[in-house]
């Protein structure tokens, strides 16, 4: 994760090994990292209480998954530079179908 803002984050990179899908492995790491994403945060400056957002860019089939994490799709306009423009000039976006994806948390219970 990388902080790019006052309460918002970017998820970089996120994997789980091929043979170790379906296990929840994944669901369980994310669910982690978007309860506090300062904590996981590359340059994490911390987080003021109330709402945070979390970004991502997911690939291919990765979306389903995302959203089933409670990711909703939006526009790519919504992602903080420079990763509203990661794909612009990428020759594989066909074959990715890339998704601009995002996360809506609070710290709060007042939110």
């Not at 990388?2 to 994944?26: P, Y």
């Not at 970004?55 to 919504?78: L, R």
């Not at 020759?91 to 809506?104: E, L, T, V, Y």
Request: proline share 4%; hydrophobic share 35%; charged share 25%.
């Amino acid at each position: 994760l990388a902080q790019t803002g006052t309460n918002r984050f970017h998820l970089l990179v996120f994997a789980v090994r091929q043979g170790e899908r379906g296990l929840g492995i994944g669901r369980l790491l994310l669910n982690e990292l978007v309860k506090q994403p300062w904590k996981y945060c590359l340059n994490g400056e911390g987080i003021a209480d109330g709402d945070y957002k979390i970004t991502t860019v997911a690939k291919g089939e990765s979306a389903k998954f995302y959203e089933k994490n409670g990711f909703a799709v939006c526009d790519f306009s919504q992602l903080d530079y420079p990763f509203n423009q990661q794909c612009d000039d990428c020759p594989d976006r066909s074959n990715c179908n890339p998704a601009a994806m995002m996360f809506m948390g609070c710290k709060t219970n007042d939110c």
